[in-house]
Structure formats: C-alpha cells, structure tokens
C-alpha cells in the first residue's frame, strides 16, 4: 500500500556538504531519529520523513542550507550513514542516495530482505515504480536525480526523491508513504499539488485509464514507428473545448524562496520567543543538573528547545522550516556560521537523554521533552527579540561558539572607536595618531 504524501519546490543549489558539517549531521540525525523511535515507534519516524515541511526543519536544524535543495541529499546521506550501525536495533535501512547510488537501490533492498526477512525483491520493485510515476507517468519537466528508500524490517517504508528543472534552477522534492491505496499505476498519489508551471501529463489518474489501455493497444497493433505517424497527423480542431479537471484535494506542498537569509516573514516568532523563554526559565544549572550532564549553557538549551520541537512537534509546527534554523546557523553564513561548540553540546545531551533511555531511565528524554511543552505554553504570552536583532546578536556572539562556515572561522566583530570629546570651541579633536594642522591666528 503508498501514497504519495507531498512535495517540495527548492532552489536549486550546488556546491558540497564540508566534512566538519558532514560528520556532525550524520551523529545529530541518527540520535534525533533514535530518540523519534524511542517516544513514538518506527511508523511515527517514517510519517514524519514522509512530511515535507517536517523534512525541511530536520535538515534545517541540523546546519544545512534552510531552503536549497542541498537539504534533501544531505539529510539522506546523513542518514543511511548514521543509521546504519543503529540498524540491528532499530530495525531501519536507508538505501539509495544521489546518482548512481539511486541506481543500487533494487539490489540493496533484496539484500537486506535476505537478511531481515521482508520481501526485497517486491520492494525494489516498488522502488522502481515509485521512480517510473515521477518521472514518466506524471511529467512535471522535474529530471530525477535522487532516490532514497528508508525500510523498516516490517517492510514499511519512505521514499524521498528529487528531480531538477535545470533552467529555471529550481528542484522538486517527493515523498512517498508506504500506507493508502493499493495501485501504484492508478491514483497512487493522494493528491498533485504545486505552483502552476503549465500543462503536465498525468497517466495515473483516473480518468486517465482508457489513454492507458489505449496507449497498449496502439504500442502491440501499431508499434512505435506506426505511432510517430499517427502522432504527426493529430491536429486538434479550431475552437474545441478545454477540458477543465475536477478539483483535487491538496497535499502538504512547500515552496521556499531563493533568497538565502532568513527574514523575519519566514519566521513564525510567537515560537521563537517561546523556544527563548522555555530555555531562559530551565536555567543552565538547573537543565544541566536534571540531564545530569554538566557544562550544558543557555545557549545549548536554546538549541535543544528547537531539536526537541522537532522530536515531539505536530505536523502543523512546521509551516516555517526557516526558524530551525536558528538552532544551529547554517554552512553558508546563513543566518549565521554554525557555532560547532553548541552543536556538539547538542549532539552529547541528546545521546546521553538517548543512551539512558535504553537502559530504562527515560528522565533526560522526559527533560527534553517538558522543555518542548514548556515552549509551546509560553509562546502565547512570551515577547522577545525580533528576528534581525535575533540574527544579528547571534552574528556578533559567533566567534565565541566555535563559529564555522564553508568560507571559513566566524570572527570577532570590529571594534567601533568610541565618539571623540569636543575641545571646547566647536573643534573636535583630531584622530588618534594624526597632529593638527590648524595655526593659531595670535601675534607671535
């Protein structure tokens, strides 16, 4: 059973994922995936990669690009890497990836059937079909480029693929869930939903089925040459009515912008300030005291309060992926360098809430998660910062965290030379390190 479950139009951006980034997502993705099937099941952490805004805000609170669509081939890659020594005891498998490591994806997946006990070869013939449908069945003028196929060992499963319209350097993002109708050639889709870009070609809806059978019986009595023919003679008569689809249900379908800051429209800042105030009333002692890990500062918490959120968030908590971006910067400078002293503090009270966890002691994780219903309390009432003022102290505080970029370490800002005192008679007084000119106008 699948259905498609929604989409994403990215810009389209190149470029690769630093090492000193790469490493770090792949831990913080795994423990934050962990730590989803720990609170929730496998089946939650598989709905929520079929989201694409939940998607977009795990991506984004991991350091990656907000809104390129870098995002979808660095989460994945993070997570078959992070995932894959955690796969005896979670009991998940991330195949594919970008490329030619799409192409692998059929022979992984009977590999790991082999081994688990699910049916590989009819999953990787679903992976197929799930690829065919977005690239031949419904033509959007999006190129495939990526497939990735998370299994559990039940054999329920996700997919995330993206393709590229290289033109208009924009990228579109699928997922797909293995729960809903039964037929991948009619209806698999719940819904197609997008920005208008002109006329696409959809096989597989339902009123598609007589040009489907249609197309077989032309294709075994005709062949392809004979159909070429009968191709060229087509000519619609003048004035022929359009034909006006019915209307669909729409499906989550998120759309970023191509500017690389984040702006406070992208921001819903209600959850911002409440984030703030639930970090600012844990305290770091206290939070440091009930996690049982020390050194832990406000501004570690701070992140945490956005991880949390997207641990234990509902779908509707995720209209505005940008703001995760505030957890921990992103790679480009935007909205500031990742500051790899925070992020690693993250990444160690989250294992530590994890580990725990496992053994039967589920306080730190209770933490983490009281910290993300305290945050939602608040954010009805709490006031904070704007989003620039917000940005900008974190621009100016970089350095101190570790700040990193592809362009290099965040520096401490200049310093500002304090406004010179007058000296008495309207003149001000010359800059350091520079005499005078000026002559006195007295008799010598």
Same mark, same amino acid.
């Given at each position: ?141 999006f190129q495939l480029y990526l ?70 019986? %032309?294709? /075994?009595?005709?062949?392809? !040459?004979?159909? &070429? @023919?009968? *191709?060229? +003679? ?6 022929? #009515? ?122 730190? %994780?209770? /933490?983490?998660?009281?910290? !993300?219903?305290? &945050? @939602?309390? *608040?954010? +009805? ?6 989003? #620039? ?18 362009f290099g370490e965040a520096e ?33």
């Amino acid at each position: 059973m699948t259905r498609r479950s929604g989409s994403a139009d990215l810009p389209l951006h190149g470029g690769r994922v630093p090492p000193w980034l790469g490493e770090r997502m792949t831990r913080l993705g795994a423990v934050i995936a962990e730590a989803i099937v720990h609170e929730y099941g496998r089946d939650e952490l598989l709905r929520r990669l079929a989201h694409p805004f939940w998607f977009q805000s795990f991506g984004a609170v991991m350091g990656m690009d907000w809104h390129s669509s870098g995002i979808t081939t660095s989460v994945v890659g993070a997570l078959k890497r992070g995932l894959a020594p955690r796969a005896g005891d979670l009991g998940l498998h991330v195949c594919g990836g970008r490329g030619r490591h799409s192409r692998k994806t059929p022979e992984e997946l009977v590999a790991i059937g082999g081994r688990t006990g699910f049916d590989g070869a009819a999953l990787a013939r679903a992976s197929r079909l799930v690829a065919k449908v977005d690239s031949a069945a419904v033509q959007d003028g999006f190129q495939l480029y990526l497939h990735g196929f998370i299994v559990a060992d039940d054999g329920k499963w996700v997919v995330i693929q993206q393709g590229m319209k290289g033109d208009a350097r924009l990228a579109r993002r699928y997922h797909w869930l293995s729960e809903g109708v039964t037929d991948f050639v009619e209806a698999p889709h719940a819904a197609i939903e997008g920005v208008t870009q002109g006329n696409i070609v959809n096989l597989t809806d339902r009123r598609a089925a007589p040009s489907r059978h249609a197309q077989l019986g %032309l294709l /075994a009595g005709m062949g392809p !040459d004979g159909i &070429a @023919r009968e *191709l060229a +003679r087509i000519d619609p008569p003048a004035g022929s #009515p359009a034909v006006t689809p019915g209307a669909q249900p729409l499906l989550p379908h998120l759309v970023l912008p191509a500017h690389h800051d984040v702006r406070a429209e992208d921001v819903v800042t209600r959850r911002l300030h409440g984030a703030l105030a639930a970090a600012a009333d844990g305290g770091p002692a206290d939070f440091a005291e009930l996690l049982l890990v020390p050194g832990v500062g406000e501004r570690t918490v701070r992140a945490l309060a956005m991880v949390a959120e997207v641990v234990h968030g509902t779908p509707c908590r995720f209209s505005d992926p940008a703001r995760f971006s505030l957890a921990h910067g992103g790679k480009d400078g935007h909205p500031f360098p990742v500051p790899l002293t925070v992020y690693d503090e993250t990444i160690r009270v989250l294992k530590s809430a994890v580990t725990k966890a496992r053994l039967g002691r589920d306080e730190a %994780l209770g /933490a983490i998660r009281r910290l !993300d219903d305290q &945050a @939602r309390q *608040l954010e +009805r009432d709490a006031t904070g910062p704007t989003v #620039p003022a917000f940005i900008a102290a974190e621009r100016a505080a970089s350095y101190r965290y570790g700040g990193r970029t592809v362009f290099g370490e965040a520096e401490p800002p200049p310093v500002r030379s304090a406004p010179q005192p007058e000296t008495g008679r309207g003149e001000s007084r010359p800059p350091p390190g520079r005499r005078s000119t000026s002559r006195s106008t007295g008799s010598r």
